[in-house]
């Protein structure tokens, strides 16, 4: 009996991991939001009553144009684009987390959000930016390459 626990132990600790990330919604009424960035980090999808969850795979941007990192990203489940599905709403609030280690100590953080209308069936498009400044930025396009209508907001989902 012990060793037939002992063998389950990392399966459930693995499927309890999962609960922590974002639950893509079933069914043919979704959005879908594909994540680009200027830098590595982690995109978020607000779910209403459980707040920012993030996506299973990371963003990644490669140091120059190769085929090298492809399967080095895949095992450390990250990529150039993260498409997920949502939920239709007026109010779609996606995120990015970016952290990064300073060469003197410490990090550099920053976490950014904003709000659009995701409409059943449509495509968008949310590009992560970081300046030199430190500073970061969120925008979102709809399919045909317009900006949609969105507003940067706090990091908090509605209930």
Known sequence: ???????????????GCQ???????????????????????????????SGF??????????????NAF???????KKSETVTVAVAPSDQAR??????????????????VAAQFEARAGERYQA???RTDTGACGLEIRGQDGARADAVP???QCPD
């Open 70 to 76: 492809d399967k080095l990203f895949q095992t450390m």
């Open 127 to 129: 590009h992560f930016t």
């Open 19 to 49: 609960m922590f990330a974002y639950q893509e919604p079933t069914g043919a009424q979704t959005a879908t939001v594909t994540f680009t960035g200027d830098a590595a980090a982690q995109p978020a999808v607000c779910v209403p009553g």
């Open 153 to 155: 907001v706090d990091w």
């Open 53 to 66: 969850k993030d996506t299973r795979e990371a963003l990644a941007v490669k140091p120059w144009e190769t």
């Open 94 to 111: 996606v995120g990015v987390v970016f952290s990064e280690a300073r060469a003197g100590g410490g990090r550099d953080r920053c976490r």
């Open 1 to 15: 009996m012990i060793r037939i626990t002992t063998a389950l132990l990392p399966l459930a600790l693995l499927s």
